[in-house]
């Protein structure tokens, strides 16, 4: 079973210096994709905005497609050395137009939603990021790794750090796993805001690299 790329973050082995994470090329779309679904799959926040029941595989795979593009034209699309990891992270201050993103995003919307729930889906995204600082920043939204990928957890962890570290920037994320905010924590990030569970809605922690500016 896939598991989140943080899990394995702090399993005591040290990353080989030889090895560094790569931006993914259009030729590792198919298995970016794959390694996103398999290791999101049951992450609290997709399962409360995917429609359940009968396609929702489709319905994952209607939403990889549509993070893919999201982080592709923003340079964000990275993966490890041995390929079994993966990571979306980019610059908050590059944020391109584009229509089939926005073309991808409607038929999630419109096909893979629970519909009921979008209103309240925008509503938190909103309010998620007045929680981000206003200076730019590295964001990642989505890192996943294989059971048997080894060190790539602490490879694609070091290589956004340094990439971060290059443009004298912070890197911001959120969380909707509880167990996962400790993990970053003892990987070098601290807690700086919570969005309580609202009406089914998952918890969302808000975490920062310590190092850098701060908001």
Request: overall charge positive; glycine content about 6%.
């Amino acid at each position: 079973k896939a598991i989140p790329l943080i899990g394995r973050l702090l399993k005591g082995a040290q990353p080989n210096s030889s090895r560094t994470m790569k931006a993914a090329t259009p030729e590792d779309k198919d298995l970016v994709l794959k390694l996103l679904v398999e290791t999101f799959n049951d992450n609290p926040a997709l399962n409360w905005m995917i429609r359940p029941g009968e396609g929702r595989s489709r319905r994952m795979r209607h939403f990889s497609a549509y993070a893919y593009r999201y982080a592709r034209v923003r340079n964000g699309v990275w993966i490890s050395d041995n390929r079994k990891a993966f990571l979306f992270a980019f610059r908050s201050d590059f944020q391109p137009f584009d229509l089939l993103t926005l073309l991808l995003w409607l038929r999630l919307g419109i096909t893979s939603l629970r519909i009921g729930r979008i209103p309240e889906l925008l509503r938190r995204e909103r309010y998620r990021r007045r929680q981000r600082p206003e200076f730019p920043y590295v964001y990642v939204w989505f890192m996943g790794a294989l059971p048997d990928s080894d060190r790539a957890a602490f490879e694609l962890k070091s290589g956004i750090f340094e990439y971060a570290q290059s443009l004298q920037m912070n890197v911001y994320l959120e969380t909707s796993v509880a167990r996962n905010k400790h993990v970053f924590e003892r990987a070098g990030f601290e807690t700086y805001h919570h969005l309580a569970a609202k009406n089914g809605s998952p918890d969302f922690w808000f975490l920062r690299s310590k190092s850098g500016p701060s908001k």
